[in-house]
């Protein structure tokens, strides 16, 4: 019983805290069945046990999270972003596999949108906190912060994780306005 548990578990690849207690407990209820076993299955059954153990707890502990790199910093910043700002951008949005999507530099006209109020994914709400005008970052944004297993197409496939190019041009203030 305690291997048929084992080898579903493993096919199913979910191991969370319940699946581990019951294990546990169908271990202590089967130390009786073990002087039918000989030595090897013991240890084998006893390493299948130990890395049972030490699995992680948790499902879905995987999730890859929102990168933030500094492509060019600013020496003077009187000001920096924060939710409730205006903020003027330029951006390029690639694939993990460097497929453009979609950019604001041919267009020559910035990107506006509030920012922390939801007009944007939230990779953006969450990447450009804290930024710099003049500033450029790379966003590297799970597909949970970007556009889920959904995406949009026909240009970004579900699930997909998003790499973008950003310049902060302008912040404007909502107590400036």
């Known amino acids: 019983m305690l291997l048929l548990y084992m080898v579903k578990s493993l096919r199913s690849h979910i191991w969370d805290i319940h699946s581990i207690t019951r294990l546990r407990n169908i271990w202590k209820h089967t130390d ?3 002087c039918f076993i000989n030595t090897e299955m013991r240890l084998c059954l006893l390493f299948v046990v130990t890395l049972v153990s030490l699995a992680p707890a948790v499902r879905g502990g995987d999730k890859k999270k929102l990168q933030i790199g500094i492509k060019k910093r600013v ?6 972003s924060r939710k409730g700002d205006v903020l003027n951008m330029h951006y390029t949005g690639k694939l993990e596999d ?4 979609d950019s604001s530099i041919p267009r020559n006209q910035p990107f506006t949108f509030t920012l922390g ?3 944007v994914i939230k990779g953006w709400d969450q990447g450009l906190l804290g930024m710099c005008e003049g500033e450029k970052r790379k966003l590297v944004i ?4 970007g556009y889920g297993d959904r995406g949009a197409p026909p240009k970004i496939p579900g699930g997909a994780t ?3 190019e950003v310049e902060l041009l ?4 909502r107590s400036d306005l």
């Open 32 to 34: 009786h069945l073990l």
């Open 75 to 80: 020496d003077n910043c009187p000001i920096k």
């Open 98 to 101: 460097g497929t453009e999507f």
């Open 117 to 119: 109020t939801g007009q």
């Open 142 to 145: 799970p597909s949970e912060l």
């Open 162 to 164: 998003l790499i973008f």
């Open 170 to 173: 302008g912040i404007e203030r």
